[in-house]
Nanobody, 124 residues
Framework: QVQLVESGGGLVQPGGSLRLSCTASGFTLDDYAMGWFRQAPGKEREGVSY????????YYANSVKGRFTISRDNAKNTVYLQMNSLKPEDTAVYYCAADASGIGSLYPFPWEYWGQGTQVTVSS
C-alpha cells in the first residue's frame, strides 16, 4: 500500500517555528519529487514547496520564500518542511505529495500520491 504520512503540525505563535515530516511507504521516496501543499479556510489548495529527485533542486512559493526550507532524508524515506517566522496567514492544512516523474510542480495536477494532511495553526 502506497502511503504518505505527515506529522509535526500544531498550534504555534506568530514568529514561531515548526518542522513538518512526511514519511513514505510502499515506494522509494528518492525516485520521486516530493512536495508540500496547503489549504487555508476558504482558499484553494496551493503549492508551498517541492524538491526534485534528479538534482535536489528546491522551489518555493513566493509567500514562503526565505522562511520555509524543504529537505529530504532518503535513508529515512522522509521529506521535511522547516517553517520559520510563521505568520497567521500560514494557517492551513498542509499536505505532502509525491510525483513519479521526479520533476515536481507548485500546481496540484501532476502529483500522484497525497498524504492525509496535518493542521498548522498560527495564532497568538
Amino acid at each position: 500500500q502506497v502511503q504518505l504520512v505527515e506529522s509535526g503540525g500544531g498550534l504555534v505563535q506568530p514568529g514561531g517555528s515548526l518542522r513538518l515530516s512526511c514519511t513514505a511507504s510502499g515506494f522509494t521516496l528518492d525516485d520521486y519529487a516530493m512536495g508540500w501543499f496547503r489549504q487555508a479556510p476558504g482558499k484553494e489548495r496551493e503549492g508551498v514547496s517541492y524538491i526534485s529527485s534528479f538534482d535536489g533542486s528546491t522551489y518555493y512559493a513566493n509567500s514562503v520564500k526565505g522562511r520555509f526550507t524543504i529537505s529530504r532524508d532518503n535513508a529515512k524515506n522522509t521529506v521535511y518542511l522547516q517553517m520559520n517566522s510563521l505568520k497567521p496567514e500560514d494557517t492551513a492544512v498542509y499536505y505532502c505529495a509525491a510525483d513519479a516523474s521526479g520533476i515536481g510542480s507548485l500546481y496540484p495536477f501532476p502529483w500522484e500520491y497525497w498524504g492525509q494532511g496535518t493542521q498548522v495553526t498560527v495564532s497568538s
